[in-house]
C-alpha cells in the first residue's frame, strides 16, 4: 500500500499537513491496524483545533486494542470530548466545528468512518465512488451533540485509490475531473491534482493506493547525457515520469541536495587556504589554478554563483527525499554573486594592495606605518598629538573635571532620600487606587464567566454537563462573595445556580417514614437487598444472597417468599418489575432469571414462564414495565432494549432504545 499527502495553508504548498495524520496501532505483521485520517474546520478558529484532533488521534490509535470499528467509535467519542471542553469554555467567538474523516485498515478489512463535513473518493476499475456523511451525520462536530460516526466497510483490490480531501477541493473540481486524475498512475495523481487547486487558500490530501503488478511508482527515469546538457532544469508542474524501481514512502517536498557535495566542500577549503597563503605571504602575485576537473564549477558554487544548466544526480546519489513535485517550487533564490575573475588573473592580492594603501596614506599624513608613534622633532608639523589622559571628562585648562561635577557623596546622599521621599508619596497616592480599580474588574469578570456558566448549563441536555457548568458557576460566585465581603450583586445569580443543581440531585426529603417489616431473622442467611419494587399492596425484595424473591404486605407486613432458584428454575434471580393492569393477563411480578428466561408472579399465587424473543442471547441486567412497554438493560452489550407486550408475551423482537459505551457500568434503568 502506497501513501502520500500534501497539504496548502494561506496558499503555500507543504509537505505534511498538521490536520493530515496516519498511525499505526498495536499488531504484527498483516495485522497491524493503520490509520488514515483528516480533519477539517467550519469555523476560523477551527483550523489549529484540528490539528490537535489530529495529534491526539495519532496517540490514541497507537495505545488501543480493539476491533476497527470500536477503535474509530474510540477515536470520535475522545474528538467529541475534546471539543465538548473547548466549546463549553470558550466564547461563540471561538467556539469551533469540524468534520473529520478516516480509513482504517487491517489486513484485507478497510473501515471508512465520516462525521461532518468530510469527503472520501473511491476509484476502482474505471469508476469512483464519492462517500460523503447522510443527513444524519452532515452536522459539524462541536462536542455539545454527540453521536456515533457513519461506519461503511470498503473491499480494495490491486489497482484501487482512496483519496481523503476537503470538501472545498470536491466543490471546486468535478467528478469526471477526479475520476481522470485518480486514473492516473500513482506517481502522477498528486502532482496533477495539486495544479488544479492552486486557487484554493487552504486544502488538505492525502492518498491511499494499492499498485497494480505492473505498476512502478513515484520516481522518474534517469536522463541520457544529451538530455541533460539540453534541459535548463525542472519544469513546474511537468508530468514526472515512471522509474524502475519502486518505493513505499512519500516523495520529499523540498528540493534535492547537491550531487556534487563533496566537490563543493572541496572547493571552500580551497579558497580558504588561498586567502590563507595571501596573509602570510605578502608577495604572492597569482593564486595557484585548480585542477581542469574541479575548478570553475565548484567554485561558482562556493561563492553562490548560479549554473547555466542543471544537472540532476545520478541513480547511484538519489536518496528517497529527492525528487517530488513540489521542489521546482523551492528553488533557492540567491543573489549574484561576485565575479571570479581575479582569481584567475595575474592582480595583485588583496594584502600586496591593503600595503600600498597604508603606504599612501603614511606619505600624506606623516604617520609611520608600523612600529609605535614617536615625537617629531617639532610638534608644530604633527598632524597626531598624544593626550596625556584619555579617561572620561572634559579638558579645561589642563585638568580633567570627574563626571560627577564636583558634588560631594553628602550631596549625593541627599539626592537619593529625596528621590526615596517622592517615590514613597507617589506610590501611597496612587496604590489604593490601583488596588480598588483591580478588585472591581475582577469581581466584574467573575460575574460575567458565572453568568455565562449559567446560560451554557441551560443550552445543553445532558445532565453532566450542566452539573459541571453549574458547579463551575457557584465557585466563580462564591469567590465574587469574598471579594465584596458580603451580600453582593452575585446573591441572586447564586441562588439560581443552587436551585438548578437542586433540580438536578433530585433530593426530596420525606415527609414520615413508616417501618413495614424487619427481614433480620428472615431465611437461612442474611437478607441482602439488591431490588426493591412496590405495588398498590405489597412490596417485593430482591434478595441477591438467597437468590429469592420476598413479598411484603404493606398493610400487615406478612413476609413470604414467592419466588426462589430451586422452586421454578435452577437459575437466581438478576432483575424484577411490577407490571400494572394494562399488561395482557393482568397485573403480575416480572421476574428474569440468570439463564435469560423471563417469568410472572400473580398475587393470586400462580407463577408461569413468559415467552420473550430472542432472550437466550441477552445478559438481563435491570428491567422496567411502562406503557405496555418492557425496556431491558443489557450492561455487557452497552444497550436498552423495548419489546412489545402482545397477549401471549413478549414475541416481537426488540427495538434499540440507547446504545452509548457509558451503559456498560450502569447497573439499573431508574
Known amino acids: 500500500m502506497q501513501v502520500g499527502q500534501f497539504a496548502i495553508v494561506a496558499h503555500e504548498p ?88 478516516c480509513l482504517a485498515r487491517q489486513g484485507d478489512k478497510i473501515v471508512l468512518a465520516i462525521r461532518g463535513p468530510a469527503t472520501i473518493l473511491h476509484s476502482s476499475a474505471d469508476s469512483i465512488t464519492v462517500y460523503e456523511p447522510d443527513e444524519e451525520h452532515i452536522e459539524p462536530m462541536d462536542g455539545l451533540e454527540p453521536d456515533q460516526p457513519q461506519l461503511m466497510s470498503l473491499p480494495l483490490a490491486p489497482g484501487d485509490r482512496v483519496l481523503l480531501v476537503t470538501t472545498n477541493i470536491t466543490e471546486s473540481l468535478s467528478e469526471e475531473l477526479l475520476a481522470e486524475i485518480l486514473g492516473r498512475s500513482l506517481g502522477e495523481i498528486l502532482p496533477n491534482l495539486y495544479r488544479r487547486i492552486t486557487h484554493l487558500r487552504d486544502a488538505a490530501v492525502l492518498l491511499v493506493g494499492v499498485p497494480s503488478g505492473d505498476e512502478q511508482l513515484l520516481l522518474p527515469p534517469e536522463s541520457s547525457p544529451t538530455q541533460e546538457k539540453e534541459e535548463d532544469g525542472p ?83 538519489r536518496t528517497p527525499s529527492d525528487h517530488s513535485f513540489f521542489k521546482e517550487m523551492t528553488q533557492a533564490r540567491q543573489a549574484p554573486a561576485p565575479s571570479l575573475a581575479s582569481h584567475h588573473t595575474n592582480a595583485a592580492p588583496v594584502s600586496k594592495l591593503a600595503a600600498d594603501r597604508r603606504m599612501q596614506i603614511a606619505a600624506t599624513t606623516n604617520v609611520p606605518t608600523s612600529g609605535r608613534l614617536t615625537m617629531a622633532p617639532s610638534m608644530a608639523n604633527a598632524v597626531v598629538r598624544v593626550r596625556r589622559s584619555m579617561g572620561p571628562g572634559r579638558r579645561n585648562s589642563g585638568y580633567r573635571e570627574g563626571i560627577s561635577g564636583g558634588l560631594s557623596p553628602a550631596t549625593w546622599i541627599l539626592i537619593l532620600i529625596g528621590i526615596v521621599l517622592l517615590a514613597g508619596i507617589i506610590s501611597w497616592a496612587t496604590l489604593p487606587s490601583l488596588f480598588t480599580n483591580d478588585e472591581a474588574g475582577r469581581l466584574s469578570q467573575l460575574i460575567e464567566e458565572a453568568k455565562w456558566e449559567i446560560a451554557t448549563a441551560s443550552e445543553v441536555d445532558q445532565a453532566s454537563l450542566r452539573r459541571e457548568a453549574l458547579t463551575r458557576a457557584r465557585g466563580l460566585l462564591l469567590e465574587a462573595m469574598v471579594i465584596e465581603g458580603g451580600p453582593s450583586s452575585a446573591d441572586l445569580l447564586l441562588q439560581q445556580a443552587q436551585r438548578e443543581l437542586a433540580a438536578l440531585d433530585a433530593i426530596v426529603s420525606p415527609r414520615s417514614i413508616q417501618a413495614l417489616a424487619d427481614l433480620r431473622g428472615f431465611g437461612e442467611t442474611p437478607v441482602a437487598v439488591r431490588q426493591l419494587v412496590v405495588s398498590d399492596s405489597d412490596a417485593y425484595v430482591l434478595d441477591a444472597a438467597g437468590a429469592q424473591i420476598i413479598s411484603i404486605s404493606l398493610s400487615t407486613g406478612k413476609k413470604t417468599t414467592v419466588f426462589a432458584a430451586s422452586m421454578e428454575t435452577p437459575f437466581a434471580p438478576t432483575a424484577i418489575t411490577y407490571a400494572d393492569v394494562s399488561r395482557p393477563g393482568g397485573s403480575a411480578l416480572l421476574i428474569a432469571d440468570e439463564g435469560g428466561s423471563l417469568w410472572a408472579w400473580s398475587p393470586t399465587g400462580w407463577v408461569s414462564k413468559v415467552e420473550l424473543a430472542g432472550s437466550m442471547n441477552l445478559t438481563i441486567t435491570d428491567m422496567h414495565y411502562e406503557g405496555g412497554s418492557l425496556y431491558l438493560l443489557d450492561a455487557p452489550r452497552a444497550t436498552i432494549f423495548r419489546f412489545l407486550s402482545t397477549p401471549s408475551g413478549f414475541t416481537f423482537e426488540p427495538v434499540v432504545v440507547h446504545q452509548l459505551p457509558e451503559l456498560t457500568t450502569a447497573r439499573h434503568l431508574i
Do not use: Y
Not at 23 to 51: D, I, M, Y
Open 14 to 101: 507543504h509537505e505534511h499537513g498538521a490536520t493530515v495524520g496516519i498511525a499505526k496501532g498495536n499488531g504484527t505483521g498483516a495485522e497491524v491496524c493503520e490509520l488514515f485520517a483528516l480533519a477539517e474546520g467550519t469555523t476560523p478558529a477551527a483550523h489549529e483545533f484540528a490539528g490537535h484532533l489530529i495529534s491526539q488521534a495519532e496517540r490514541t490509535w497507537k495505545s488501543l486494542n480493539l476491533s476497527l470499528t470500536g477503535a474509530l467509535i474510540e477515536i470520535f467519542r475522545e474528538a467529541q470530548h475534546s471539543l465538548m471542553e473547548w466549546n463549553t469554555r470558550s466564547i461563540s467567538q471561538h467556539r469551533v466545528g469540524l468534520g473529520l474523516g
Open 235 to 317: 519544469v513546474i508542474g511537468g508530468e514526472s515520469k515512471l522509474g524502475n524501481r519502486s518505493i513505499d514512502f512519500q516523495a520529499s517536498l523540498f528540493i534535492q541536495a547537491s550531487s556534487q557535495g563533496g566537490t563543493l566542500a572541496d572547493a571552500r577549503k580551497r579558497l580558504k587556504e588561498v586567502d590563507a597563503q595571501s596573509r602570510v605571504n605578502p608577495d604572492l602575485t597569482e593564486i595557484t589554478a585548480f585542477p581542469p576537473t574541479q575548478e570553475l564549477p565548484a567554485l561558482k558554487k562556493a561563492v553562490g554563483e548560479s549554473e547555466g544548466a542543471h544537472h540532476p544526480a545520478t541513480d547511484t546519489n
